[in-house]
């Protein structure tokens, strides 16, 4: 009988998705960034920042949370 607390293979964890999606928006702040400060865009160049520093955040939530699990587990 297969335990229904654990996840499939194929799907991927809390963390994992936090990871991703924060190097996504990072990537996507450097873009929006670059295009401010070819288009001489100001506000679309501090709204990359403020992606840059978001993604960042979520990033390293992700990567807190590898570390949480790992911490527990080990115990």
Request: glycine share 10%; hydrophobic share 30%.
């Amino acid at each position: 009988m297969q335990d229904d607390t654990r996840q499939d293979a194929r799907t991927p964890n809390s963390a994992a998705r936090d990871k991703a999606a924060g190097t996504m928006k990072e990537v996507g702040g450097r873009v929006k960034e670059s295009l401010g400060a070819l288009t001489d865009n100001k506000r679309t160049e501090a709204q990359g920042r403020e992606d840059q520093i978001a993604g960042a955040a979520r990033r390293k939530k992700g990567t807190w949370k590898d570390r949480i699990k790992a911490w527990i587990d080990r115990r």
